[in-house]
């Protein structure tokens, strides 16, 4: 799943530089990648979603 | 580079310092920490990140890609906003990781350490430099850096766009290496990189049910409450049991600020010690019926003392009086002291006691557990705690503290001795009985449990429970006395009911553990 939210960060680094006008494609990619790595951590820390500490 | 016709364009013009802060920044964060991590990290040394790392990388490439943005299309507020929410994510993300290691011992950590500290403190500190970056880009944001138009790209912004690619390419093949196409992803503990695909290791094992959340997984331990404790004698791990007859019931002669949570005898002075749960310490005369000093300690003064759940006499005339967090706090009671210079430590009654310590004890088996209980060696000047179970693990263990420097001095599960008859039922543990009161004669700690109302007897030369007898009929025990040859056990209603103190088994050569 880190390979798919790299591969729409590197296209939507690609629509930047080389297609400005694709804006709107690229953010959208944008926010998929954060939300994709949000939900991949939150997966991976499911047991215990705040940090192991004492508050 | 050329740019494309289709795109309004703009030159960055003078006084445009944000956007080259803005490369620079981008240009760093991606070429020194996500370019280091990827290429030398990665390629070099063959380190694979673990899920949690790999997220933390992500969202820095994230931040970056960001400001790539801003260098397009200026400093939009969809974009700051983002740069922010994935900031403080990644903060998270860092503080979350660290929590996992942070309080291992000097030099422990996961994975490799770099400059000191190990990658997921580096991931903390750089999304907390991101943040305090972007509040200052912030501060140079001028109208007309919003209207909207695209930006052509200077050198220094084109070498940060490609250096950016390159990185995140670099990421790719790792990714895929490491982690493979969806769904596989991340893994716990990852395999060292390699490009040789007879290496690759792809996984679904974070996939795997239940898919289930929780905010504090094995940190949400409740408190213990004795009331809530199986009172039924019968159902104990160690099956029936011989009952001790209670000899003589008594009660607390003298008015407590709250329940009380445990007590502790006296032989020199002829005093028995009586906590509360409402921080209280109070001194009684030999037959329980009068008060000799009290006092309230403020346990939100510097160390968290929780609620009291043990007491002891010490040596020197002190004692000391135990939180559920194995926090203490040792008082000696004095008529020389002045209320003002006491105003600090206790609430009421500031005038009767001197405090003489206030602290923390550390364990490591019992790490996790909390305690309801405290007792005093004077022979091995040693002061002991015992674990009671909770909803996350159910393991009774007794810690020793010593007297001087108040630190762990031992720690052990106590096994059952082979010889004297007892048995532990199918898949039952000891760690099922709750100690809420213990005290230390002549080697042997006794140890009352509100689970099953059972007194154990545990050597402690051998670390064996050498007796154990139920005491039906009483309220749930919250602390334990030795006086004389009786034991007094106080319940939270105040009543004592008194106990003759099993003779004590002599200490033997070990023989084989059986738990």
Known sequence: MEFLTLVLILVAALFILRKPEK?????????????????????????GLLPGLNF | MTQPSSAPVQSAGKGDLIFTITALAVLFLTVVPVGTAVFFLGFVKGDSPCVMCWEQRIGMILISLVGLFVLRYGPKPKYVGMAV??????????????????????GQ?????????????????????????????????????????VRSLNGLERLTGWAF????????????????????????????????????????????????????????????????????????????????AVTSRTKLGVALNGAPTDLAYDAATDRFL??????????????????????????????????????????????IAVGENKSFVVLAPSDSVSADENFRYFLESRDKFREINRSRFGTVRARMFYVSSAAYDADAKSIYAVTVPNSIAKRLVVSRFDRKD??????????????????????????????????????????????????????????????????????????????????????????????PRPVPVPARPAAPVKR
Request: with cysteine.
């Open chain 1, 23 to 47: 804006e709107q494609a690229a953010f959208r990619m944008l926010v998929v990648s954060t939300l994709l790595m949000i939900f991949l951590f939150s997966l991976a820390t499911r047991g």
């Open chain 2, 85 to 106: 929410l994935i900031a403080a994510w990644g903060m998270f993300m860092g503080l979350r990781h660290v929590g996992m290691h942070g309080a291992r011992d000097i």
């Open chain 2, 109 to 149: 950590g996961f994975s490799i350490e770099i400059m000191g500290a190990h990658t997921y403190t580096w991931a903390l500190f750089t999304f907390w430099v991101c943040v305090i970056a972007m509040g200052a880009l912030l501060l140079m944001v001028r109208p007309a850096h919003l209207d909207g138009a």
């Open chain 2, 165 to 244: 690619v390159v990185v995140v390419a670099a990421n790719v093949v790792q990714a895929f290496a490491s982690t493979g196409p969806p769904p596989f992803m991340g893994q716990s503990d990852p395999i060292r990189f390699s490009f040789n695909p007879r290496y690759w290791h792809w996984s679904l094992e974070e996939w795997k049910p239940p898919i289930k959340f929780a905010l504090r997984g094995r940190w949400a331990v409740a408190k213990p409450d004795v009331s809530a404790a199986d009172a039924d004698v019968a159902k104990g791990p160690l099956g029936t049991l011989p009952a001790l």
């Open chain 2, 274 to 319: 009586v906590t509360t749960d409402k921080a209280g310490i109070y001194l009684l005369d030999g037959t329980l019926a009068s008060l000799d000093r009290y006092t309230v300690i403020d346990i939100g003064f510097a160390v968290d003392l929780g609620r009291f759940a043990g007491a002891a006499f010490l040596d020197k005339g002190e004692l």
């Open chain 2, 406 to 499: 108040f630190t762990l001095s031992e720690e052990f599960v106590p096994a059952l001795d082979d010889s004297v008859g007892l048995a532990l039922g199918k898949e039952r543990s000891l760690g099922e009985y709750m100690v809420s009161g213990a005290v230390v004669v002549d080697g042997m700690m006794y140890a009352i449990s509100a689970a099953h109302r059972t007194l154990l007897t545990i050597n402690l030369a051998t670390h064996r429970v050498v007796a154990a007898q139920v005491i039906p009929d009483i309220p749930a025990p919250v602390g334990l006395a030795a006086k004389g040859t009786d034991l007094y056990v106080l319940s939270a209603d105040g009543s004592i009911a008194v106990v």
